[in-house]
């Protein structure tokens, strides 16, 4: 895989038909003769559109992702989707180990870290998802969390594997969704700085780090031009074509 300058895409969660996942993926590549080469885009729809969403964005440089999978290649998991079935869909990269994830399903630093040794073994990048609840920031903890975390989900991995493309992303609980609040420039990438340098620790490399919480058209030009935040990970502001060409648009001034 190259090695873009910044990485900027979108997790659509639980939203979306088919139809809309579709004229979205039709309406992006549309505009992909217009695209910043230092920027590489990406998308993560809900399971039922992957095939179909990558399919349309084949011919172009735009990576699709799944927002999750299970560690097993196969078995009685029911309701769950394999590396393999991912692979099948042709699919790129897979998000691993979100807050939201953690908190309604049972996500824990153990099961993340089987997940990302799959996700490498069977060639897709995990896109790990890294963060600390508000009381762990206000107890002054959010660096011992988020070093846990990093250590949990690279643990696992073998010497080779630790040289595959992997991908993270910061995303503090507190600044997620609808009621969130978005982390300060200097927060967000000293936070960050500790998430690279504990897992260029492990990993003997350093690897992108995104920044995802409430990022929106009025603060990502600063966030992306801050040294430690390689990219974003945007939720709802990005979740119409027009908002996430907004905001590619943006960033590509910002660089």
Known sequence: MSTP????????????????????????AEAD???????????????????????????TSVRV???????????????????????????????LGHSERR????????????????????GLVPLICIGETLTDRESGRADDVLAREVKGALGKLSAEQRKAPILLAYEPVWAIGEKGIPATSDYADARQAKIIAVAEAILGRRVPCLYGGSVNPENCAELI???????????????????????LARCAKAL
């Not at 885009?41 to 964005?57: M, N």
């Not at 196969?74 to 897979?94: F, H, R």
């Not at 031009?225 to 905001?247: H, K, M, Q, T, V």
Request: a negative charge; charged letters at 25%.
């Open 5 to 28: 300058e910044v990485w900027v895409g979108t997790s659509w969660k639980m939203n979306k038909t088919l139809a809309s996942a579709k004229a979205f993926a039709e309406a992006l």
């Open 103 to 122: 908190e309604h399903f049972g996500e824990t630093d153990e099961t993340v870290g089987l997940k990302v040794e799959a996700a490498v073994r069977h």
């Open 225 to 247: 031009a801050c040294p430690n935040i390689d990219g974003l990970f945007i939720g709802r502001s990005a979740w119409e074509p027009a908002g996430y060409l907004d905001i």
């Open 33 to 59: 003769a217009a695209r910043d080469q230092r920027i590489q885009r990406f998308v993560i729809p809900p399971f039922t559109a992957v095939r179909q969403v990558k399919e349309i964005l084949a011919t």
């Open 65 to 95: 992702g799944a927002q999750n999978m299970h560690w097993a290649d196969k078995g009685a998991w029911t309701g769950e989707i394999s590396p393999l079935m991912l692979k099948d869909c042709n699919l790129d990269l897979v998000e």
